[in-house]
């Protein structure tokens, strides 16, 4: 676990605002997909928006509030570089797009909000925090049928309520239902721009209903930032009830260790036809 | 009703392919916030979803999948001009990025995905249609204790559920839900860009909870096209179970009159502080 999440997903500015595109809201970044960031040579899809994320948030000097990523292709590890356009500069939010690259070609394209979420004004929330056993109460994923654990799992520290991760071993639970708890490695802990990561770190809930169990490729990730995380791990829920014709939804609520409500995800992926 | 919803929305190309920026995946649309669709004066979030995503559909040939939209400005009735830049295109799958401006300044930016949806592959979702008394027995919004019905409401054909409707009267029903059916205007059958108002077209379900009725400025609104939709009205529901420190979602599900689901909505929003 030694490779820590936040120089994984560092980025560098390859240069002061672009002289030559004579637009002071456009910035280019450097970073690279780091091995063992993925599952079977593929990035993980937070990994990937967690990278641009933080390029566009280091662009606005704000975090995200609701970043949209949609996945272009497959990212293998190697250098990459994330280009940001500041849309509108606003007194409380910014918008920015931008396009992470990897050899020349674009392979996320993402669109988000950014600003600071300000403790105050209303809260109704009337979802409750899914109920789980303690952290230590819970399962590190088992390995695959294959035998080969997503390296992805090596740098993180993920905890499956247990009937969840059953169907490894041939015992979906039937309900389209993965929730457990995401801690970084090494005792790091999560900010807003993990929360982009744990969005997509667990295996999908349609493994736990009678589709087979295979690459579940993602169209589309959007997060909603709700909250600043308090330290210790996320409490996570992530569901699909919705998967028509070969198209799946995946909704995700992560709360912090303090019980709040800090972040919700939602996808779109293709179902094997 | 006179100003059909497929006139309100289309869009005219420019030009051909730019030659001055020599890039055959970028072109330009003019089309025209038409009078009438609007909130106080203010063009509904999904009527400009819907303006822009047809541009960017007509770009590649195809209906949206997944379109996210990030408004930045109010949006006045007069012409508009849509940017889009195709950032991939795939055999199934093409990626589109946009911005719909208004008098030189961007209003509204996106990132959408299309793609047919065709029938076939899997389909397990376990989310039921809401249940609704028909169509001639909801009812059609209330004007506001103001006595100023949104113009919109003269351009579609809006019934809500009875109970979900008494906030306009003091009556909230305390449950942040507002469901009910959606239709165009003068007999037009809806299709996927249909939709796109339809995610945004009923009131906010927070105005049935306990916070005062006011203006709940759209940050984001994603909208999943899950299929196409059947002749008749949309049979819709809207929740908002999460507000956290003045920032809510409202999350939307649409059935067709078959009574299959064919898109769902997320939007952010911001509550008055």
Known sequence: MSDRFALATSVVAIDGPDPDVGDDSRRRWSAAVHDGWDIGGNANGGYLLA???????ESVGAPPLTLTGHYLRPAPAGPC??????????????????????GGEATLQLLGTFGEQRPGGPSRTTLEPVELAPFEECVVPPPPTDGLVPELMNRIDLRMRP?????????????????????????????EIALLLAADAFAPPVFNTDLPVGWVPTVELT???????????????FRSSIIEDGLMEEDGVMWDSAGSLVGTSRQLALMPR
């Open 163 to 191: 009937e969840d991760a059953g169907f490894r071993v041939g015992r979906p639970t039937g309900r389209p239902e993965v929730s457990g708890w995401f801690a970084l490695g090494d005792g790091e802990e999560p900010d």
């Open 223 to 237: 997060v909603h930032v709700l909250g600043v995380p308090a330290p210790g791990p996320l409490r996570c829920s």
């Open 51 to 57: 990278i641009a994320g933080r390029a566009m948030a």
């Open 81 to 102: 570089e994330v280009a940001t356009t500041v849309v509108r500069s606003g007194r409380r939010l910014s918008t920015v797009a931008a396009t992470l690259s990897m």
